[in-house]
């Protein structure tokens, strides 16, 4: 039984938040700041009390919308401000039904399916009490040891902060106080992606201008679009902890850009201020962090313990607490939680499940990186198959194929590419099928010699192979980026049979494939793809559908050549194709000489095994007359220019359009490339379709030797194709 608002609530109808506010005492606003985890649930006493007490202001991993409502009565009508609570959750990807990972979603290069996939999984999340979110995650990422790539949208800020404001707003809706809005979170603040070797709550040592026009740009945006709230990272920024860095927080954040919303610690990061070594004690951690205005310390304790201690003694101002107090009121407010504290009883979007997985499956499908189709094997043709041979550790996993981060994914209903292929072929087809391997993780032995004589039965062969969820996501770091086990020994005694061999590979990060590539007629390369995997497999396999996505990461031939993404400086002496050399053409005996040598490893030159932006269709793509329609850049105008691209192939099929540019002279280096703009077109069998840009001086716009963001006169080249290595290019100049 739900009882009549409290006192807090009348007070707040007016939303007089200042009001309020006065009427706290020190204890309550600092209860606010607060943030516990609540998956103790009703068992956990002291949680119940710390709620009955005033002394929780934000409650995370409580998914069960009736106990939500217990600790929400008990806000309202037991503590001393009556201040309702707000209860949050990692919806990464997805809550009941998972979507691809967001490094999946970054690779269809569609950002208004991300925006319908974030809106729907807000609804799921919504119906059990979830108003805030810890998504999207903007951290560019270049280094695919990193586990945590997996959560990102990449190696470039152009995708990280295109998907990062279609996800913002796929969660919270043209109206946070909506039903079915929930708050999100850029998150982690900032450079954690930069992660030295890889290893994750590391160090970042990220210069100024790298942080600036790197990896500070995908949250600029993200405040560009109303995100409600951010989270400082784990990590340490050049020597500073993101959660004490009161520069970046305070500094670029707040004072630079105008962010009015929500500064949330992450898990434990306020306590580990101490740990990195820039605080001595929690006394100190709490006041470092809330010098630099976390407004609310996740689930460590230092603001309970000693802020009231710290604003006694004056270290801390009271206007300082009011401060970070107000970012949480407002944030409530906005939420609607005020007015609507409660989470209504079975709660109905109005969407069905079946249009979540539909969805899903869309997102799924475009996900998929054709990398390599040899003699044209794919599509398969349906009608022509009596048997296929499904192999592989990753075919049949429910739950391995939703990824890192799903915590409430519900592997009942995943679809997987076993029961896919079973619904879609039986039983004109017979679909025979060994998992050839126990886990990715195994090695060779009875299993695979299963899998070997099965496929010798069967007109096709598909093996699905990668890496289980829980070998990528945070912690999960791996030194080595091969396929784990010896996936590529069974693909390679698969191929012995003489069979054409069609491989999937189910990833949580860009993978080092190259020893699998000879061995396979066809390789599709997919990012943990979620509930409809199987599905989405199937669409793509049988050709009910061409493969449209493209890397949204480079693919290294070796995890030496790490990092190693497009978007690089020149340097003084690049290296070309003329100027490199193979190990194995330096004669024995050779004397040391550095003349006309160039930028590239003896043992594996310098280009990736495949290039951001690359990606296969079942079509071909020529692109011509790309031309400069007009350039008022400097004039404070735009530039807009026009490319044909046609379909010369037999399928229809979607083309990512990709524009970008190089900046010849800077005040700082500049990349040889970067990614400017991206079209997802749908482009018929026989047709052409004229693509237009057009580019801003804000676009061209970047952090210059004189500490200020502005475009520099002088030279620009700009290449439009499908993917990063595109040759169709021209110049303009801005001259002033
Ligand atoms: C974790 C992650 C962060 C997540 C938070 C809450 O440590 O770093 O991304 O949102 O804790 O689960």
Same mark, same amino acid.
């Not at 048997?387 to 429910?398: F, N, R, T």
């Given at each position: 039984?739900?009882?009549?608002?409290?006192?807090?609530?009348?007070? $707040?109808?007016?939303? &007089?938040?200042?009001?309020?506010?006065?009427?706290?005492?020190?204890?309550?606003?600092?209860?606010?700041?607060?943030?516990?985890?609540?998956?103790?649930?009703?068992?956990?006493?002291?949680?119940?009390?710390?709620?009955?007490?005033?002394?929780?202001?934000?409650?995370?991993?409580?998914?069960?919308?009736?106990?939500?409502?217990?600790?929400?009565?008990?806000?309202?009508?037991?503590?001393?401000?009556?201040?309702?609570?707000?209860?949050?959750?990692?919806?990464?990807?997805?809550?009941?039904?998972?979507?691809?990972?967001? @490094?999946?979603?970054?690779?269809?290069?569609?950002?208004?399916?991300?925006?319908?996939?974030?809106?729907?999984?807000? @609804?799921?999340?919504?119906?059990?009490?979830?108003?805030?979110?810890?998504?999207?995650?903007?951290?560019?990422?270049?280094?695919?040891?990193?586990?945590?790539?997996?959560?990102?949208?990449?190696?470039?800020? +152009?995708?990280?902060?295109?998907?990062?404001?279609?996800?913002?707003?796929?969660?919270?809706?043209?109206?946070?106080?909506?039903?079915?809005?929930?708050?999100?979170?850029?998150?982690?603040?900032?450079?954690?992606?930069?992660?030295?070797?890889?290893?994750?709550?590391?160090?970042?040592?990220?210069?100024?201008?790298?942080?600036?026009?790197?990896? +500070?740009?995908?949250?600029?945006?993200?405040?560009?679009?109303?995100?409600?709230?951010?989270?400082?990272?784990?990590?340490?920024?050049?020597?500073?902890?993101? #959660?004490?860095?009161?520069? @970046?927080?305070?500094?670029?954040?707040?004072?630079?850009?105008?962010?009015?919303?929500?500064?949330?610690?992450?898990?434990?990061?306020?306590?580990?201020?101490?740990?990195?070594?820039?605080?001595?004690?929690?006394?100190?951690?709490?006041?470092?962090?809330?010098?630099?205005?976390?407004?609310?310390?996740?689930?460590?304790?230092?603001?309970?313990?000693?802020?009231?201690?710290?604003?006694?003694?004056?270290?801390?101002? !009271?206007?300082?607490?009011?401060?970070?107090?107000?970012?949480?009121?407002?944030?409530?407010? $906005?939420?609607?939680?005020?007015?609507?504290?409660?989470?209504?009883?079975? %709660?109905?979007?109005?969407?069905?499940?079946?249009?979540?997985? &539909?969805?899903?499956?869309?997102?799924?499908?475009?996900?998929? !990186?054709?990398?390599?189709?040899?003699?044209?094997?794919?599509?398969? $043709?349906?009608?022509?198959?009596?048997?296929?041979?499904?192999?592989?550790?990753?075919?049949?996993? &429910?739950?391995?194929? @939703?990824? #890192?981060?799903?915590? &409430?994914?519900?592997?009942?209903?995943?679809?997987?590419?076993?029961?896919?292929?079973?619904?879609?072929?039986?039983?004109?087809?017979?679909?025979?099928?060994?998992?050839?391997?126990?886990?990715?993780?195994?090695?060779?032995?009875?299993?695979?010699?299963?899998?070997?004589?099965?496929?010798? =039965?069967?007109?096709?062969?598909?093996? !699905?192979?990668?890496?289980?969820?829980?070998?990528?996501?945070?912690? =999960?770091?791996?030194? $080595?980026?091969?396929?784990?086990?010896?996936?590529?020994?069974?693909?390679?005694?698969?191929?012995?049979?003489?069979? #054409?061999?069609?491989?999937?590979?189910?990833?949580?990060?860009?993978?080092?494939?190259?020893?699998?590539?000879?061995?396979?007629?066809?390789?599709?390369?997919?990012?943990?793809?979620?509930?409809?995997?199987?599905?989405?497999?199937?669409?793509?396999?049988?050709?009910?559908?061409?493969?449209?996505?493209?890397?949204?990461?480079?693919?290294?031939?070796?995890?030496?050549?790490?990092?190693?993404? %497009?978007?690089?400086? /020149?340097?003084?002496?690049?290296?070309?194709?003329?100027?490199?050399?193979?190990?194995?053409?330096?004669?024995?005996?050779?004397?040391?000489?550095?003349?006309?040598?160039?930028?590239?490893?003896?043992?594996?030159?310098?280009?990736?095994?495949?290039?951001?932006?690359?990606?296969?269709?079942?079509?071909?793509?020529?692109?011509?007359?790309? =031309?400069? +329609?007009? /350039?008022?850049?400097?004039?404070?105008?735009?530039?807009?220019?026009?490319?044909?691209?046609?379909?010369?192939?037999?399928?229809?099929?979607?083309?990512?359009?990709?524009? %970008?540019?190089?900046?010849?002279?800077?005040?700082?280096?500049?990349?040889?490339?970067?990614?400017?703009?991206?079209?997802?077109?749908?482009?018929?069998?026989?047709?052409?379709?004229?693509?237009?840009?057009?580019?801003?001086?804000?676009?061209?716009?970047? %952090?210059?030797?004189?500490?200020?963001?502005?475009?520099?006169?002088?030279?620009?080249?700009?290449?439009?194709?499908?993917?990063?290595?595109?040759?169709? =290019?021209?110049?303009?100049?801005?001259?002033?």
């Amino acid at each position: 039984m739900i009882k009549s608002m409290s006192v807090a609530l009348e007070k $707040n109808r007016g939303k &007089d938040l200042w009001a309020t506010l006065q009427k706290m005492s020190l204890r309550d606003k600092i209860g606010q700041l607060r943030q516990v985890d609540g998956s103790g649930g009703r068992s956990d006493a002291s949680l119940l009390e710390a709620i009955r007490h005033g002394r929780v202001g934000s409650v995370i991993n409580v998914v069960d919308p009736d106990l939500v409502n217990e600790l929400q009565e008990i806000a309202l009508h037991e503590s001393p401000a009556g201040v309702p609570l707000v209860f949050a959750r990692d919806v990464i990807h997805g809550f009941k039904t998972i979507f691809p990972i967001p @490094l999946g979603q970054a690779a269809t290069w569609d950002t208004d399916l991300a925006r319908e996939a974030a809106h729907l999984a807000a @609804l799921e999340a919504y119906a059990v009490g979830i108003r805030w979110t810890f998504a999207p995650m903007i951290d560019v990422s270049r280094d695919p040891r990193w586990g945590r790539i997996a959560e990102s949208f990449g190696e470039d800020p +152009l995708l990280n902060a295109l998907f990062g404001r279609a996800m913002i707003d796929g969660f919270q809706g043209n109206d946070l106080s909506a039903e079915g809005s929930i708050a999100a979170c850029a998150k982690h603040f900032v450079g954690y992606g930069d992660s030295e070797a890889g290893i994750d709550y590391g160090s970042t040592n990220v210069s100024e201008f790298e942080l600036r026009n790197v990896h +500070l740009e995908p949250f600029r945006a993200a405040v560009a679009a109303g995100v409600a709230s951010v989270m400082s990272s784990l990590s340490d920024v050049d020597g500073i902890p993101a #959660t004490a860095h009161r520069d @970046l927080i305070r500094g670029v954040l707040r004072d630079e850009w105008g962010f009015a919303g929500l500064v949330v610690s992450d898990w434990d990061s306020v306590k580990q201020l101490s740990v990195h070594g820039i605080t001595s004690d929690d006394k100190e951690s709490a006041y470092q962090a809330a010098e630099a205005r976390i407004d609310v310390e996740m689930t460590s304790d230092t603001y309970e313990n000693h802020l009231a201690d710290l604003v006694s003694s004056g270290q801390i101002g !009271i206007e300082a607490v009011d401060s970070m107090a107000m970012s949480v009121l407002k944030f409530k407010k $906005n939420l609607g939680l005020f007015d609507r504290p409660y989470t209504p009883k079975n %709660y109905k979007s109005g969407i069905s499940e079946a249009e979540i997985k &539909d969805c899903a499956r869309r997102q799924a499908s475009e996900s998929f !990186i054709l990398l390599k189709n040899s003699d044209s094997v794919l599509p398969l $043709n349906q009608k022509k198959l009596s048997s296929i041979c499904l192999v592989g550790p990753m075919a049949d996993q &429910d739950r391995e194929q @939703l990824g #890192t981060w799903v915590f &409430d994914g519900d592997p009942a209903r995943s679809e997987t590419p076993l029961k896919a292929f079973q619904d879609l072929l039986q039983p004109d087809c017979e679909v025979l099928f060994e998992k050839g391997l126990a886990t990715t993780r195994s090695s060779c032995a009875e299993l695979a010699d299963f899998a070997v004589e099965k496929a010798q =039965h069967a007109d096709a062969v598909v093996a !699905i192979i990668g890496e289980e969820a829980i070998l990528s996501g945070e912690a =999960h770091c791996r030194a $080595n980026i091969d396929l784990p086990g010896e996936q590529v020994e069974l693909i390679r005694r698969l191929k012995a049979t003489g069979k #054409t061999i069609i491989v999937v590979i189910l990833s949580g990060r860009p993978l080092t494939i190259g020893d699998l590539l000879p061995h396979a007629d066809a390789v599709l390369f997919a990012l943990h793809p979620g509930t409809m995997t199987g599905p989405a497999i199937c669409d793509l396999l049988f050709g009910h559908k061409a493969p449209s996505g493209k890397l949204p990461f480079t693919l290294p031939k070796s995890v030496g050549q790490v990092p190693i993404y %497009y978007s690089k400086k /020149n340097g003084g002496r690049p290296a070309t194709h003329d100027s490199i050399m193979s190990i194995d053409d330096i004669p024995a005996g050779a004397e040391q000489t550095s003349f006309g040598m160039t930028a590239f490893h003896l043992d594996d030159g310098f280009e990736p095994l495949f290039p951001f932006g690359f990606g296969l269709s079942y079509t071909e793509f020529t692109y011509s007359d790309l =031309h400069i +329609l007009s /350039n008022e850049l400097s004039r404070g105008g735009e530039l807009h220019v026009s490319v044909c691209v046609r379909n010369t192939g037999l399928q229809d099929a979607f083309e990512v359009v990709q524009l %970008y540019t190089r900046d010849r002279v800077g005040s700082v280096t500049r990349p040889v490339k970067e990614l400017k703009a991206f079209n997802r077109v749908l482009v018929r069998s026989g047709e052409a379709q004229t693509m237009r840009f057009s580019l801003s001086r804000e676009d061209l716009s970047f %952090y210059r030797r004189c500490r200020e963001y502005g475009v520099e006169a002088g030279e620009f080249d700009l290449w439009v194709g499908g993917s990063s290595q595109a040759d169709l =290019h021209v110049t303009f100049e801005i001259d002033a």
